[in-house]
């Protein structure tokens, strides 16, 4: 059993920074694709990001291009995503997630594991 423990929401301002990070256990995490989702108040989860299992392949969602960068370091098992230029849009629960394989391009394949999501809150 893999579980995903994500940390770093938190409030923020219009414009500021947040860096997520998800710890995984298991010792197959460098095997696989990983991602974030986000869940805003009365709208339905979205995709965020993706990034394979080297971290040489990552894909965005349109909203957070140029903003917000994944990255992993498959070594402490862990997963990040680095929110810059933050906007009250971005507000959400934001979840990690692993993939069912080692690369997403599309942000939309199998997953087969969830976090419990970390609260973002950004203020104007």
């Known amino acids: 059993q893999v579980q995903l423990v994500e940390s770093g929401g938190g409030l923020v301002q219009v414009g500021g920074s947040l860096r997520l990070s998800c710890a995984a256990s298991g010792r197959t995490f460098s095997n696989y694709a990983m991602g974030w989702f986000r869940q805003a108040p009365g709208k339905e989860r979205e995709f965020v990001a993706a990034?394979?299992?080297?971290?040489?392949?990552?894909y965005y969602a349109d909203s957070v291009k140029g903003r917000f960068t994944i990255s992993r370091d498959n070594a402490k098992n862990t997963v990040y995503l680095r929110m810059n230029s933050l906007k009250p849009e971005d507000t959400a629960v934001y979840y990690c997630?692993?993939?069912?394989?080692?690369?997403?391009?599309?942000?939309?394949?199998?997953?087969?594991?969830w976090g419990q999501g970390t609260q973002v809150t950004v203020s104007s």
């Open positions: 990034l394979s299992w080297s971290g040489g392949n990552t």
């Open positions: 997630v692993r993939y069912s394989g080692s690369y997403c391009y599309t942000g939309n394949c199998e997953t087969d594991y």
